[in-house]
């Protein structure tokens, strides 16, 4: 007989597990306390890195199911999902999502929801870069500087150039005004120095 794991997740402190095991328990999974894994930790960060996931990867077996109530409580990247999701498929471990009508994501019929969400993400990823390309187009089109705001002012980039000029080192520049030698370089590279 398949055992039968949660996994519960919320981000922050002043969240609680028990509506996800409400849910698992109305759907009628029973879990034995022993078997349900909880913890806060936010969903960008990959589940190979979660103490909890890797806690309960130890304890799964072939043959077990893992019950989660939402895909974003393995984890928001898509990719690290689908990772996640084919490395328990691999283990022998089958994936149950809630949301996702109760499917084991690791059936044909998961496989292939994992791909359509796989192919969305990827979709919402390509616009994001779209828009955001498109933006800085238009704002560089309307003349505004982009980039982060020069550390040093005029006055200061030509104090960094004569100082240069002197045969000062640019670390001594830059521990005199109190700086990166990054930054003394790109003043001196602005200035011509």
């Known amino acids: 007989m398949s055992r039968v794991f949660a996994y519960c997740r919320v981000s922050t402190t002043d969240q609680t597990t028990e509506n996800q095991l409400h849910e ?15 913890e806060t930790v936010s969903g960008s960060m990959p589940t190979a ?5 890797c806690k309960l990867l130890d304890k799964l077996e072939a043959g077990d199911v893992l019950v989660v109530t939402k895909l974003d409580r393995l984890g928001r990247n898509a990719m690290d999902v689908r990772a996640t999701v084919e490395a328990l498929s691999g283990m022998g471990v089958r994936v149950h999502c809630l949301a996702l009508g109760g499917v084991d994501l690791t059936s044909a019929a998961g496989k292939m929801t994992m791909g359509v969400i796989a192919a969305v993400a990827e979709f919402e990823r390509d ?3 779209e828009r955001t390309q498109a ?10 500087a982009l980039g982060r705001p020069s550390t040093l002012g005029h006055p200061q980039i030509a104090e960094v150039a004569q100082r240069l000029a002197a045969g ?10 109190k700086t990166s030698r990054q930054t003394i370089m790109r003043a001196r590279d602005s200035s011509g120095a």
């Open 135 to 144: 933006g800085l187009a238009r704002a560089k089109a309307e003349g505004k």
């Open 127 to 129: 616009l994001l870069v």
């Open 49 to 53: 890195e979660r103490s909890g996931f």
């Open 24 to 38: 698992i328990a109305s759907a009628g999974f029973s879990v034995v306390t022993q078997r349900i894994v909880q």
């Open 168 to 177: 000062e080192s640019v670390a001594a520049v830059a521990r005199a005004m």
